[in-house]
């Protein structure tokens, strides 16, 4: 019920191309759906939020697609980069008995960007 | 641009000893977390700090572990006797109102167990 499942494990993609990822979960008091990047030896890094208020966010070639009903996201990294290169978590958190927003992380993606 | 820093960035200890984990928060920051990352998995939430106590905690945060806020600055994680199991990455992080608020995540310690 806590899980938030994450696929696929690992990733490459050709320079300019599409990346992504794709996340489930099954608690419907999440509210709060957030996807950090990682850097090796480095901490998380948050890369984009939604909440399901809204379908889609989109910042620079970062894009959330949410879907409620199926209980479903992911993220689209649009012209991948070597840069991009890292490991992606989505996570997911609910404000629910006082819950003070710890996050539930996926498993991760290693994305590999070739030049 | 404020950070989260984490001290020591690498710890060896023995088994069955205590250590300590240091956070500073960013400074006008609320909320305090330690998540926990053993090599090669996903992180996991370990506890959540708010006014001075507890406010979650998860089924990892055994009686091992406490946590504190002894000055206004620093954020601390105590492991009272180490296990080998305990070895893994732990972050500490912080956000300024808690729920939909980005949470900003230090560089981590390592904490190796032997």
């Known amino acids: 019920q806590q899980q938030v499942k994450q696929s696929p494990q690992s990733l490459i993609v050709q320079k300019g191309g599409i990346s992504i990822i794709n996340c489930a979960y099954e608690?419907?008091?999440?509210?709060?759906f957030p996807w950090y990047q990682q850097f090796p030896g480095k901490g998380p890094a948050l890369l984009i939020a939604?909440?399901?208020?809204?379908s889609e966010k989109k910042e620079g070639r970062f894009t959330i697609s949410f879907n409620k009903s199926a209980k479903q996201f992911s993220l689209h990294i649009m012209d991948s980069q070597p840069g991009d290169s890292a490991t992606y978590f989505c996570?997911?958190?609910?404000?629910?008995?006082?819950?003070?927003?710890?996050?539930?992380f996926g498993k991760g993606t290693k994305l590999s960007v070739k030049p | 641009e404020p950070e989260v820093t984490q001290t020591p960035s690498h710890q060896v200890t023995q088994m069955g000893q205590e250590v300590i984990l240091r956070c500073v928060p960013i400074?006008?920051?609320?909320?305090f977390y330690w998540y926990r990352q053993i090599l090669g998995q996903k992180v996991e939430f370990l506890v959540s700090?708010?006014?001075?106590?507890?406010?979650?905690k998860s089924e990892i945060f055994d009686d091992q572990f406490s946590v504190e806020r002894p000055d206004g600055s620093n954020f601390t994680l105590k492991i009272r006797s180490t296990k080998l199991e305990d070895s893994a990455m732990y972050f500490c992080?912080?956000?300024?109102?808690?729920?939909?608020?980005?949470?900003?995540f230090g560089p981590g310690t390592r904490l190796t167990v032997l």
């Open positions: 992080a912080s956000s300024e109102r808690g729920q939909y608020n980005e949470q900003f």
């Open positions: 608690n419907t008091a999440f509210d709060y």
């Open positions: 939604i909440r399901p208020d809204v």
């Open positions: 996570a997911a958190s609910a404000r629910d008995g006082g819950s003070q927003g710890n996050l539930i």
């Open positions: 400074s006008n920051h609320l909320y």
């Open positions: 700090f708010y006014n001075n106590e507890i406010s979650e």
